[in-house]
Structures are given as C-alpha cells and as structure tokens.
C-alpha cells in the first residue's frame, strides 16, 4: 500500500497525523471488499456467490464503501504505528490514547484518499535552565538517644503479655478488658450504650469517657459507677472490669538480641546493627530529599506540556490502587465514597495537582536520561547486589535470585541509571547545608 503521511504538532503533546492512500491501492482495497461480499453474499435470484458487482453496487454502495474506507484506514494506520513502534519514535501513540478521526472520508476509487487523526504523544522537553537551582539537604546526626529509641522498640515489641492475678489492681500501662454503659437518673442502663468486651491500654485515654484515672486501684470483677464529662455533658457511666493484662517488657540484653535474629550473638552486634540500618535510612532519606528538591525546581524552569489521556490514565491507576488497599473492587469503592457523601469526580480533582507533579517529574528525568545517554554495566549491577546484601545482611546469591525475574532486574537497573544522573545532575548545581533536624524530625511526614 502507497501511503504518505505528514505529522503536525498541536497543543498539550498532541499530534495530527495526515494520510493519504494512492489512488490504486484504493481501488484495489475497494474491489477487495467487493468480491469478499459477492463470495457470501444471498440475494434472491441469484446463485450465492453470482451475483453481479453492478446489482452488489446498486443495492449495497454506500456499506461497501464504507467498510473498504475501515479496512483502508485500520491497516494503514496499523502499518504506520507498527513502523512508529520498531523505530521508537517519539511520535507514536502513547497506549492509554485511543487515535481520533477528523472527518470519515469519501471513497472516490478515481482519487487518493486523505485521513486524518488526533492523538497524544510522550511529552518532548528539553531541559536546559538550571539556573539559580539549590539545594537545601538538612544537617542530621544520629545520636545515643536515636539508637535507644531504636531498643526501646523492639524491647517493646518483643514484650509478652500475661494475665495479672485476681487480686492484683489495674495500673496505669497496664491492659486491661471492660464493659461498659451509660446510666439514667435512677441508674438504669440506657438502651443502646453498651460496650462488651472493650480493650485499651491505661493511660492512652482511647476510650470516649476518658476514665483511666479512675480505673486505676479496681481488680477484675470489680465495678463502678462514674460521672463524666463528655462534649459539655455530665453522663454517669458504669464500668466493670473482665481481665487485666500486664506488658511483661524484656530487658535489653544478649538473650532478647539472640531472640531478635539469629544473626545476633549478643547485644553489641544488635546495637551495631541498628546503628547501620540507621545511617542507611538517613543516608536514602537525604538522597530522596536532594533529588526531589532538584526536580521540583526543573520542573518549575523547564516547562512539560501533560497530555490529559496520560494524567487521566495516572489519575485511574491511583484509584484502583485505593481500591486494592480496601481489599474491593472501584465500583464497589465508588459505591463507598457515595455512601459518605463524597464523589470520585471530587476525589479525582484533589489529587490532580500532585499527579501532574509527579508526572512532570518522571518525564524530566526519563527526557534527561535518554538526552545524557544513561546505561549502566555488568559491573555496576554487580555492585549494586552486593551493595543490597550488605544492607539487609544476606548473601550475594539470595540477592541475585530475587533480581531473577526480568521486571525486577528491570527496576534495579532503571533505579540505577536514575543514581548516575542525580549524581551527574548535583555536579551542575549547588548544594548547600540545610536546617539542623533531628533523625526522628526528618522522617515524620509533611502536614
């Protein structure tokens, strides 16, 4: 098939593809189309597959014409895309943007046939102004206190939880199981406000009535009537408690570190563990807050022009994603939201900002790396695994085996490539000190 055809740029990275069909390989798809109708075609009078093209036409034109001028356009445009797709060109379709036609054409076999469609394209930018770029990267320490914070945790999550005796009193920080209810001016329990069966921990205050103090001195078994303050209201509460547990915390020692992990002979080496997982966090921490920094500020001087098929397609991905968090399908979570008095549409708009950032970001960076020629060797892979082994305190070989998968290899290499042009890109701009944070300041998230 002849074919010629004349890419235009238009606004948002979109593009308008003309076609145009030589007038024999129109007349040829027309006749084609023709003869598969005479093959199977039954008109009365006629033997199948007899009848005359003059009747076929004179019966049947305009649907004959128009499914030569589909078939024309499908394999055109599929011939066209395929070349686009094996030369990777920068002007084929994204996949999430489904071609448009202008205007169907006439089929005329006497003439060319001329087509055209609309369609969404990668972003193209060009990134090219760093200037005035800085970047703040805050002063962190790790100290005693960070590492205790650390030891603290794990001594709490190692804690066992055993019954008090009977005739043991609630303290504060203590577990403890209650019913509870509300009580009418004769002290009658009011319908509808009791709790079977409650747990909390004294001392949190997660109860409504907020009666850990006064908890505080009764056993199991044992109950009391309470008036509380609730929302500017006195209410009478009763309260009974049905068991009493105590965090039984073990001390921090070589038996607790054995129990941690195997990999621990004693206390020392569990401390020193924490201490490189610590400085491993901050140090992927600070990298994170210098290169998400750089690229806001690329993003503010290098202009990206979104098509709306691909924040769409982002916008759809975040909501199915929500979606898998609720263990539910986006019907089902577009249901839910209704249920609450919220739209999708609503929830869609507010996220629009920071998927068009984000989106803005991931095509700098893709521009950058495609523009500076990024690739990454055997060699640095192979520094990369034995740079993760390292961290999570396993063998080269348990590294290597989870990368077997092509996709995973894939991330890690990408994730590379993206390391080499951060480091290439800090070189080009300045890098300053930041404010003075504490390590447990850095990682509590943005408001």
């Not at 770029?133 to 066992?160: G, W, Y």
């Not at 001390?251 to 621990?264: G, H, P």
């Not at 739209?343 to 900002?353: C, S, Y």
Request: charge should be negative; aromatic fraction near 6%; hydrophobic fraction near 35%.
């Amino acid at each position: 098939m002849k074919v010629t055809k004349k890419i235009e740029k238009l606004e948002n990275s979109s593009v308008k593809l003309t076609v145009t069909i030589g007038k024999a390989d129109v007349a040829a798809s027309y006749n084609e189309v023709v003869a598969k109708y005479a093959k199977n075609i039954q008109i009365p009078g006629f033997r199948k597959g007899k009848v005359p093209v003059s009747v076929l036409e004179r019966k049947y034109g305009d649907a004959l014409k128009n499914d030569a001028v589909s078939e024309i356009v499908e394999k055109a445009l599929g011939d066209i895309f395929e070349e686009m797709d094996k030369n990777k060109s920068d002007d084929r379709p994204l996949p999430y943007s489904q071609p448009t036609i202008d205007d169907i054409p006439l089929l005329d076999t006497t003439k060319d046939l001329t087509f055209a469609v609309k369609y969404d394209v990668f972003p193209q930018v060009e990134v090219k102004n760093f200037d005035g770029i800085e970047i703040k990267v805050p002063e962190v320490k790790i100290t005693d206190d960070d590492l205790k914070e650390e030891l603290e945790a794990i001594r709490q999550r190692n804690a066992m939880v055993l019954d008090k005796k009977d005739d043991e009193a609630v303290a504060k920080d203590d577990i403890v199981t209650v019913n509870y209810c509300e009580l009418d001016d004769k002290d009658a329990e009011i319908a509808g406000s009791q709790r079977q069966d409650f747990v909390f921990t004294v001392g949190t205050e997660q109860n409504i009535y907020k009666f850990d103090n006064e908890i505080i001195g009764m056993k199991r078994g044992e109950t009391k009537d309470l008036t509380k303050e609730v929302d500017g209201e006195n209410k009478k509460v009763r309260v009974t408690v049905t068991a009493v547990k105590v965090r039984n915390v073990p001390e921090l020692d070589d038996e607790l570190a054995q129990d941690v992990s195997d990999k621990y002979n004693n206390l020392e080496d569990m401390k020193n563990d924490i201490k490189k997982n610590l400085e491993t966090a901050l140090e992927n921490k600070l990298k994170e807050i210098k290169s998400n920094s750089l690229l806001e500020q690329l993003v503010e001087k290098n202009p990206v022009e979104l098509p709306a098929s691909m924040v769409k397609a982002e916008l759809d991905s975040r909501f199915r994603m929500m979606a898998q968090q609720f263990q539910t399908t986006t019907e089902q979570l577009e249901k839910m939201l209704t249920s609450a008095g919220q739209k999708k549409e609503d929830m869609l708009t507010q996220w629009t900002g920071d998927a068009e950032k984000m989106l803005k970001s991931r095509i700098i960076v893709e521009s950058l790396l495609k523009e500076k020629d990024i690739s990454v060797t055997a060699e640095e892979i192979e520094a990369e695994y034995e740079k993760i082994a390292a961290g999570a305190g396993v063998s080269v070989e348990e590294v290597k085996k989870h990368y077997e998968d092509p996709r995973s290899k894939e991330y890690l290499e990408d994730e590379a490539k993206e390391q080499k042009l951060y480091t290439m890109l800090f070189d080009q701009v300045k890098v300053s000190k930041g404010d003075k944070k504490t390590f447990a300041d850095l990682f509590k998230p943005a408001n």
